[in-house]
């Protein structure tokens, strides 16, 4: 691109169509740089966002850009302030010549503010003074809250049954009872058959669990 004059039909239909896409929020500037810089705005859609309009200079960027102290210039998704104080998400990409001169700019700045603000009201309406987060299985049977309980008892131990050492067994079978797997009908037969020990086995861990909190607990 030479200028953007040469281009100013598509280039202002693509301000247009961006405008168009992201609504009332997002102002979108069509910068030519051919012009002083006081006045290098030519198109812009929805300049209430900034205050401004066709005729208005360019930011600080663009001039940076122009005096040669940016090599690209290209700025994406950053977030900056107007002066009664809303917040945007911009964007600035140049066009540049074939000899690589910056002869224009398209911006884009999207108000944010009261996204932010909707953000913080619903932040506070579901994260203020939570809880831990407390772990429920929601089941229509016993059957599966037992399995639940069984598959939740051995991540906490952290091994696959064959290879768990007694200690392991001792640890989970604890475990099952703080949580009450006990109490549902059957749980402990079903328990054995999971870590293939006998009732008589299971009755003897359960002692030496309770052995071992009842230690620490002293």
Not at 183 to 201: A, P, V, W
Request: net charge negative; aromatic share 6%.
């Amino acid at each position: 691109m030479e200028s953007v004059r040469q281009e100013f039909a598509f280039l202002s239909d693509l301000i247009q169509g961006i405008a168009a896409q992201f609504g009332e929020s997002c102002e979108v500037v069509l910068h030519d740089y051919s012009r002083p810089y006081e006045s290098t705005i030519v198109a812009i859609e929805n300049g209430h966002v900034t205050g401004r309009s066709v005729g208005d200079p360019g930011t600080n960027l663009g001039l940076e850009l122009l005096r040669g102290n940016q090599v690209n210039g290209n700025k994406f998704n950053y977030i900056t302030q107007t002066k009664d104080g809303r917040i945007l998400r911009s964007t600035s990409i140049y066009m540049k010549n074939a000899e690589g001169k910056p002869v224009g700019a398209i911006c884009i700045n999207f108000d944010i503010t009261s996204l932010m603000m909707a953000e913080k009201t619903l932040h506070g309406m579901t994260m203020t003074n939570l809880q831990p987060e407390v772990k429920e299985s929601f089941v229509t049977n016993v059957g599966d809250l037992l399995e639940a309980l069984i598959q939740e008892a051995q991540e906490q131990v952290g091994k696959p049954v064959a290879m768990m050492t007694k200690e392991d067994k001792i640890k989970m079978i604890a475990l099952l009872d703080r949580k009450g797997a006990f109490l549902i009908k059957k749980g402990g037969e079903k328990i054995c058959g999971y870590l293939n020990i006998s009732k008589y086995t299971l009755y003897s861990y359960m002692e030496e669990g309770k052995n071992e909190i009842g230690k620490l607990a002293e």
